[in-house]
């Protein structure tokens, strides 16, 4: 779970579904984005959330829901962070990073 400017952000790893909710109405859930075995949140850019997932790739989500792969080639990524310098950095359980965007 992520809280960004005023909402909360949360994955569901079964469904796929990351979803966004104001954190004074927390039971308003809205589905932005679909993705494979979506894990940890973390704030990105411009309003982007970062994530990784099963599926061993780091999305960067759109505040509209659009994503798109950051890197891949792991063989699972368990959350990620972004720093000031705008990098990325992953907890993957395998290395094997290459980076698509």
């Given at each position: 779970m992520l809280a960004a400017k005023g909402d909360f952000?949360?994955?569901e790893?079964?469904?796929?579904?990351?979803?966004?909710a104001p954190i004074a109405s927390p039971d308003?859930?809205?589905v932005i984005a679909q993705l494979?075995?979506?894990?940890?949140?973390?704030?990105g850019p411009n309003g982007t959330f970062f994530t990784g997932g099963k599926d061993g790739s780091?999305?960067?989500i759109v505040g509209g829901g659009e994503w798109s792969e950051f890197a891949s080639g792991f063989q699972e990524v368990r959350g990620v962070a972004y720093d000031a310098e705008n990098r990325v950095s992953s907890?993957?359980?395998t290395m094997g990073s290459k980076r698509t965007a």
């Open positions: 952000i949360v994955t790893q079964e469904t796929g579904n990351v979803l966004r308003q859930l809205v494979v075995g979506p894990d940890l949140l973390t704030d780091v999305r960067q907890s993957p359980i």
